[in-house]
T-cell receptor, first 113, second 114 residues
Framework: AQTVTQSQPEMSVQEAETVTLSCTYDTSESDYYLFWYKQPPSRQMILVIRQEAYKQQNATENRFSVNFQKAAKSFSLKISDSQLGDAAMYFCAYHQAGTALIFGKGTTLSVSS | DTGVSQNPRHKITKRGQNVTFRCDPISEHNRLYWYRQTLGQGPEFLTYFQNEAQLEKSRLLSDRFSAERPKGSFSTLEIQRTEQGDSAMYLC????????????FGNGTRLTVT
């Protein structure tokens, strides 16, 4: 069965600095998608960024980018120029055809001024 | 796009009672998912529908849980004979068909079983 592991329960960063959140996954499939979702306190989960497994180029969305290492089954999220509004719980998720998205346990990110 | 709507937002019930939650997905989304999330944890998959067909159920979904999606529009999740361990946030999400189509989540229903 596919699994998603986020080894950092908590991370902290100062405003304007850069932080990287780690995610590893286990699969025998070659075609799948990976996602990072953000869940602010008491608010709904929203999509941050997604990556197609067959694309070697790392996805970027403004201040958010990923480092996708398919052979290592690693999918880290880099947040540049961190802002107070980035404070949230971040979830890595894996999706392959015919199944539901599988989420990791999450990393709580704190941002200090 | 009015977003995924879930009702109620909060539900407090006594152990042994039945509860039912409702989810209204984004109208053009044919896939609908139910997840359960406990404090500080990631969402755990419960079940999902494509239109009105329930395609997959997690082993987490005991016989006390049942979900429906009549006519392929809104969905309901019913928990019978609730237990304290059922206390959690129940999240509904929807998406279009397609591997790259992301999930859109509702605000969730927080269930507290006393």
């Amino acid at each position: 069965a596919q699994t998603v592991t986020q080894s950092q329960p908590e991370m902290s960063v100062q405003e304007a600095e850069t932080v990287t959140l780690s995610c590893t996954y286990d699969t025998s499939e070659s075609d799948y998608y990976l996602f990072w979702y953000k869940q602010p306190p008491s608010r709904q989960m929203i999509l941050v960024i997604r990556q197609e497994a067959y694309k070697q180029q790392n996805a970027t969305e403004n201040r958010f980018s990923v480092n996708f290492q398919k052979a290592a089954k690693s999918f880290s999220l880099k947040i540049s120029d961190s802002q107070l509004g980035d404070a949230a719980m971040y979830f890595c998720a894996y999706h392959q055809a015919g199944t539901a998205l599988i989420f990791g346990k999450g990393t709580t990110l704190s941002v200090s001024s | 796009d009015t977003g995924v709507s879930q009702n109620p937002r909060h539900k407090i019930t006594k152990r042994g009672q039945n509860v039912t939650f409702r989810c209204d997905p984004i109208s053009e989304h044919n896939r609908l998912y139910w997840y359960r999330q406990t404090l500080g944890q990631g969402p755990e998959f419960l079940t999902y529908f494509q239109n009105e067909a329930q395609l997959e159920k997690s082993r987490l979904l005991s016989d006390r849980f049942s979900a429906e999606r009549p006519k392929g529009s809104f969905s309901t999740l019913e928990i019978q004979r609730t237990e304290q361990g059922d206390s959690a946030m129940y999240l509904c999400a929807s998406r279009r068909t397609g591997l790259n189509s992301p999930l859109h989540f509702g605000n969730g229903t927080r269930l507290t079983v006393t």
